[in-house]
């Protein structure tokens, strides 16, 4: 993030003003500040005049944050906000929320840390790591600071049945090919005086060219040699 951030306060926010701003800033970080209800759900705002405010729950939540896939990390900065931070971990890549109740002081300064430490370019896990410890410090309990929920996202599972099988090992006839290319070089090249060193090359190719013919009449038989795991790549 550094120092791309644009902050949008809206205040007294209502679940229009949510569906407004997210959609019309594309916003990557969507931060409540204000009252939660444990499994009851995040209070919003619902009527202007009266100033009423009514529970938003983790499944609504949820169902409104999963059409943004630019939406990075949501933070929950209210009491009992974890149930909803594990739903939202379904369809956010970061949410923060809260399993007690926090006060505004500790609220306040998790916050100003935490942005403060993204704005000089660190990650959200590090600014999230930074802050605990500087609510630590402070001597806050832990059941009272934020949490971190990282979205699991499964990874593709492939079919062993659609698996191909491929062969790492050298290929015989471009081996053959390779070992004539040798021998003649050493015949053409060969003087009187290496003679011996000659001849004891060219019986080392002789057992080498043994033993490509050997692998590829064993290949060619559909037979494996050696374990699987050193013959297969996947």
Known sequence: FGESFDFQPVYAASPNDLRTEVVGLRSQIVHFSGHGDGDKGIMLETDACTGESSPVTGEMLEDFFRHFDFVECVVLNACYSTVQAE????????????????DDESAREFSASFYNALGNGYSIETAFGMSRSYLNMKRKPVECQPRLFKRDVPQPQVDPGEQKAILSVFDPFKEVG???????????HRSPGLCADGNSDIETLMFQWIAVCMVALLLAAGISTGPADTLLGT
């Open 87 to 102: 739903l939202l971990q379904r369809c956010v890549n970061y949410v923060i929320g809260i399993d007690e109740r926090i």
């Open 178 to 188: 390779t070992f004539v290319g040798r021998l003649l070089t050493k015949r053409l």
